[in-house]
């Protein structure tokens, strides 16, 4: 029930939506590969970036990409929470209260090791000016334990001009997905990270509001 809640919501809210009101245009849509895992690397500053690449997908493959987001927002009440999980089907992560006892990254690796996607947003929370934030460390843990996974950097451009941080009502506005080639990082955490976020920042385009 839940696959076929999230099909019907894409096919009669979000395609639409992107299509008419956002005008969305995607970039480099061949450079998707063509069989799960891998984990599509991003820049964030909208609750748009998510639903915009979930939108990417055929409708049959929505339940093989998961995006990754936080717990402590998501979980802050039973809407929240059945909406992200039934319609998104999202990974919640804690970023906030984790005891050294604990593991965040095992979720997002047992979702890899299913078989499934993951969308990631390395910069930890939605960006306020549309410039490209520092990436924090954790994905380049999560490679260091899924070698094997390629990663597919991408850039989304004036996501945060249509629903900006804190906004509830769509401005339209022209946006783009630009998908970049998979590439397989490889060095110490910081140096991964490094190459992951040039890599975003490599696809964006002159004069391109991030968000």
Do not use: W
């Not at 076929?4 to 450079?31: C, S």
């Amino acid at each position: 029930m839940r696959d076929l809640a999230q099909v019907l919501f894409f096919l009669l809210v979000v395609r639409p939506l992107m299509a008419l009101f956002i005008g969305l245009r995607v970039y480099g849509r061949q450079h998707l590969p063509r069989r799960h895992p891998y984990i599509i690397v991003a820049n964030h500053s909208s609750h748009l970036d998510a639903v915009a690449l979930l939108g990417l997908f055929p409708l049959k493959e929505l339940k093989c990409v998961r995006p990754v987001a936080a717990s402590d927002y998501f979980d802050v009440n039973g809407l929240r929470r059945f909406v992200s999980r039934t319609f998104f089907h999202i990974v919640p992560i804690r970023r906030k209260g984790i005891s050294r006892h604990e593991d965040p990254l095992a979720p997002l690796e047992k979702v890899l090791r299913d078989g499934q996607s993951l969308i990631f947003f390395p910069e930890g929370t939605r960006s306020m000016t549309g410039d490209v934030e520092r990436f924090h460390s954790g994905i380049a843990h999560l490679l260091e334990r899924m070698p094997d996974v390629a990663v597919v950097p991408v850039y989304l451009a004036n996501m945060g001009r249509s629903l900006p941080k804190g906004e509830v009502i769509l401005v339209p506005f022209f946006c783009d997905v630009r998908i970049g080639v998979p590439i397989s990082p490889r060095g110490s955490h910081a140096e991964v990270v490094e190459v992951l976020r040039n890599a975003v920042l490599a696809l964006r385009p002159e004069e391109a509001y991030g968000g």
